[in-house]
């Protein structure tokens, strides 16, 4: 049969995005696969073209103070992470590795003319290097992206140890998984990490403890936060972790998190807090919910509360549910609301609809490429709009529709 105008049109665009951005989400990307050396590609992509009302570029939407934003139909920069990484010894003996990973931003702000680069992943790695407990351990050195947890639909990365460093990773225990890090500069890309900063960092995680029945599996860790400059107004701090997750009986996943954070540790961050007082407290609670129901239906819904002794209180809520079409097409509807009160002025709100025209391989919510055709409406109340959300939105709400394509391998 004639493929519909839609999916014909929404391919095209796949293709225009680069050969690799047609291959399926689980072909393997190994660039050679030898006894002895073996390199493997991956990455992370997303681009687009948007405007908002008036015909001028789009401007996203996230509220002053919220960490994070929702992102169908909201995302205005052009963002690559392209990486490698290198593996040499024989499989069933020690393995040196290395690993490489950029990053590139371009955004509309400027017609794309303000491209940012950096090297946000340079580390090398040992494994295979004993038995028993330390079979499937690794030890590693330099600036890496370190056991990070996120919710897709806010892109919000809640716990991550991202750094510069060194450590020992996934010591089996019996009854979790443990891993040690210690880190001398807290950045996301090298750069910034090989600057002089505040605080040294000490992350002990405990994973795969079994909890709550079933694939249960809880994960606890600590992060302290280790003065290294004078004149500070705390002696450091800490954050502690504990993240739950299990598969509920109709096979959707479910992610519960609790959060604390003491003086530096406030930041609830791998960046630390180097303004907090020593009596400083913070509190986060981070939930999803992601189930792919059927070929015609998958959905992923998030709610996160975080309170701040000396700042503001963040809540947030919001879900994305993607319904098949047929032949590969999909509509997505994601609805978001983000609330902030400031410790001073008044409260802050955004919503945020968006409804997008999907074409991606699998029904899965995850599956990808995908190229999205979208519409994004947004309201925020007066507090926000004199908090500076939107400038370039006149009133109290504005639109934005376009184009994305989204692809991970």
Known sequence: MRQPMAAAALAALAAAAGPGALAAQDEAANVHDGDTVRITS???????????????????????????????GNECET???PGVDLSFGPRDGPRLGLHLRGALTATELNDFDDVDTVAAETWISLEGFAGGAFSGAEIWAGQRFYKRHDVHINDFYFWDGTGLGLGLADVDLGWSSMSVAYFTGSAFDLETSLDDTPY??????????????????????????????DGLPNDGGAMVTALWTRSARNGAEIMLAGQAGFGAGTSLSYVSNAEAEDGDRALRAVGSYTWNASDAFSIM?????????????????????????????????????????????????LGKLTAALEWKPGPDF????????????????PDAERAGIAPAHDGRD????????????
């Open 398 to 409: 504005g639109v934005n529709v376009g184009v994305q394509v989204e692809h991970w391998w």
């Open 42 to 72: 991956f990455g992370y992509l997303r681009a687009g073209a948007g405007w908002r009302g008036g015909g001028d570029a789009q401007r996203c939407f996230q509220l002053p103070g919220a960490r994070s934003k929702y992102r169908l």
């Open 200 to 229: 040294d960092r000490v992350d002990l995680r405990f994973a795969d403890i079994a909890a709550g029945g079933g694939d249960g599996a809880l994960t606890v860790g600590m992060d302290l936060r280790l003065p290294d400059a």
């Open 366 to 381: 995850l599956d990808r490429p995908a190229v999205r055709l979208y519409a994004t409406t947004a309201a925020w109340n």
């Open 301 to 349: 819904a998030t709610g996160v509360a975080e309170w701040q002794s000396d700042d503001r209180n963040w809540y947030s809520v919001g879900m994305r549910p993607v319904w098949g079409l047929g032949r590969d097409l999909y509509l997505a509807v994601e609805a978001g609301i983000d609330h902030v009160v400031p410790e001073a002025g008044g409260d802050r709100t």
């Open 79 to 81: 963002y690559v992470e």
